[in-house]
Nanobody, 124 residues
Framework: QVQLVESGGGLVQAGVSLRLSCAASGRTFSSYAMGWFRQAPGKEREFVAAISRSGAITYYADSVKGRFPISRDNAKNTVYLQMNSLKPDDTAVYYC?????????????????WGQGTQVTVSS
């Protein structure tokens, strides 16, 4: 069992940066690939970024590639999403998730554990 708690969301203006954090419980954090997803009102939950168990491999949605680096600190049981050059289209609830699948899974169905989400609102 893994419990995930996101933090770092907020209301910001376009162009600024935010860093989301996701703290995981348990001593098996390094056994899971970690991902970030987001869901805007009226839209499906979509993949944002994923990082492998060791942190050596990352994978991004085209919409955030080059702007939202993902990282993890296995000693702190935490995964991060650094969001740079934010745009109004990035407005959504952001979720972190844990997957037992190797590599950097991008399908929501590969993720077993989910956080409660944190709201990110970007004004123009």
């Amino acid at each position: 069992q893994v419990q995930l708690v996101e933090s770092g969301g907020g209301l910001v203006q376009a162009g600024v940066s935010l860093r989301l954090s996701c703290a995981a419980s348990g001593r098996t954090f390094s056994s899971y690939a970690m991902g970030w997803f987001r869901q805007a009102p009226g839209k499906e939950r979509e993949f944002v970024a994923a990082i492998s168990r060791s942190g050596a491999i990352t994978y991004y949605a085209d919409s955030v590639k080059g702007r939202f680096p993902i990282s993890r600190d296995n000693a702190k049981n935490t995964v991060y999403l650094q969001m740079n050059s934010l745009k109004p289209d990035d407005t959504a609830v952001y979720y972190c998730a844990a997957s037992g699948v190797a590599g950097t899974p991008s399908s929501r169905y590969d993720y077993r554990y989910w956080g409660q989400g944190t709201q990110v609102t970007v004004s123009s």
